[in-house]
């Protein structure tokens, strides 16, 4: 037994070195993925965001009273960077533990293939699934008195979406020996829409929009939203995919 663990302790190590450097690819990913996202963050959603506080400025005349904890100035700049960064770096080393467990089992083929797959997974569980049930919001939407509420049904949201796409990939590697990879892979992700689906329904419906709130401002900032999401993903994808696939290659040679 003691042989055998000795033996197994070389590729062990090989493979904890390997996840080590996927996780500094990921965080590393995560953080140009971020900064991307807030760059066309900052050139497409920050204009409505100061249309949004401007309508609550003029429909509030009180706003104008209370006092500016953190200027617009900092908001669209260092503090979006900093948050962007942080959450970047956050988010790539989630996406490279998840993806260094996952290799091998549910994604195949080069690593660039599995990092696409996974971050556009991501992206449908964590990103679109709960923009269509609970969609973002501008300033000047929303009362205060609920604030918890819709804070904790947008993640409610988003940890059933994620349990539910882990469930639906569970559900595919059962059925592969009897259905074939593709059949296997379409019934689990048609059980996830059903699922992901009734879900939804059964969350509290949210709606605090006013009817005065100019519909073109609110469309423009949720679709800039939905699109900065989506560049932090694909970005993430591309850079870690090819940043792992190094790493495959160099531990492999």
Request: net charge positive.
């Amino acid at each position: 037994m003691t042989a055998a663990i000795c033996s197994a302790s070389p590729a062990t190590d090989a493979r904890l070195m390997v996840v080590r450097r996927l996780l500094i690819v990921g965080m590393v990913a995560g953080v140009l993925a971020g900064l991307a996202a807030a760059l066309f963050a900052r050139l497409a959603i920050e204009p409505s965001v100061d249309l949004a506080i401007a309508f609550e400025a003029a429909r509030d005349a009180m706003h104008h009273d209370e006092p500016e904890l953190v200027s617009r100035a900092v908001q669209k700049g260092t503090g979006l960077l900093v948050a962007a960064t942080c959450y970047g770096a956050a988010l790539g080393g989630i996406f490279a533990l998840v993806f260094a467990s996952l290799t091998g089992r549910v994604l195949h083929g080069s690593a660039r293939a599995g990092s696409a797959w996974l971050a556009f997974a991501g992206f449908v569980t964590i990103a679109l699934i709960p923009a269509l049930k609970y969609p973002p919001n501008p300033p000047a939407v929303g009362f205060h008195e609920t604030i918890q509420l819709r804070t904790a049904t947008f993640f409610a949201c988003i940890a059933l979406s994620v349990a539910l796409a882990s469930a639906a990939a569970m559900l595919a590697r059962r059925l592969q020996p009897r259905l074939g990879r593709f059949d296997a892979r379409l019934v689990a992700l048609g059980g996830y829409g059903v699922a992901v689906t009734l879900v939804a329904l059964a969350l509290p419906v949210i709606n605090e929009v006013p009817a005065s709130f100019p519909a073109t401002l609110l469309w423009t900032f949720r679709i800039g939203a939905l699109a900065t999401q989506a560049i932090l993903w694909a970005v993430l994808a591309l850079v870690f995919g090819a940043a792992a696939d190094r790493v495959f290659r160099e531990a492999a040679g």
